[in-house]
């Protein structure tokens, strides 16, 4: 099994018998707090540094995008949220990571949980080999859910989320695979959104996809940033600029500049970052 289908695998395996969240749940997100915070986080894989020292604040229900050249470790601060780097063997972090007021790496902390608070999509889309309905539904009938008229409310709202409903509605029985790379990426996210997650993160979730696609999705993530925080790391410059609230300049590692994206990437305060908005460099 490749990686990212182990993840597709890990993040709808779940044993809980409802999506609805208790008062209890160590996850529940603080009121007034930051959504995601990152202390002094470093990531390595055995002697490769991936991320160091970075401080980073996300707010809750922006679009805030990871950009930067490739190796910069957009990848890895995604995958870390979600605990996804624990899949590599040789993953080792320090730091703090806080979701919703809870550290995200504390032994108190559900992995499986998480996985489902925090829903991904990767740069290639991975369709499960079932129907449309069935790809949408794997999740919650993996956390208990059996009724058909809740199965397809959730399928029309997670479809409709991710702007796909009205093209495929009367085919939801069709495999998913015949869907073209565009509608198979907006699958992909109506997947996740099935969750009803709190935080959505999305790895170059365009690259690839022709013009109207792309479109298609950056307007979905617009209308869903009101219910669920967006994390980005964009295909290219362009697309950070366009959908980004704030965003954050990653370079070999380091956090370099962070900031609100109509200034970022209109008057950057660090020359390099400067140098790669305006492609001289990168």
Known sequence: MSQNSQAIVSQVSIDQPSIDQGPGDVLAPAEGSAHIELRDWSVSFGSVESLRHINLTIPRHQIFALFGPARGGKTTLLRSINRMNDLEVKAQHTGQLWLGGTEVYDPEVEVADLRRRVGMVFALPSPLPMSIYENVVYGPRLVGIRDRRRLDEIVERALT?????DEI???????????????????????ALALEPDVLLLDEPTSGLDPISTAKIEDSLRRLKSRVTVLIAPSNVQQAARVADRAAFLLMGDLVEEGPGNQLFTNPHDRRTDDYVTGRFG
């Not at 989320?161 to 409903?165: P, Q, V």
């Not at 509605?169 to 997947?191: F, H, N, T, V």
């Open 161 to 165: 989320d991710a702007a796909i409903f």
């Open 169 to 191: 509605k009367d085919r939801l029985a069709s495999p998913a695979m015949r869907l073209s790379g565009g509608q198979q990426q907006r699958l992909c996210i109506a997947r």
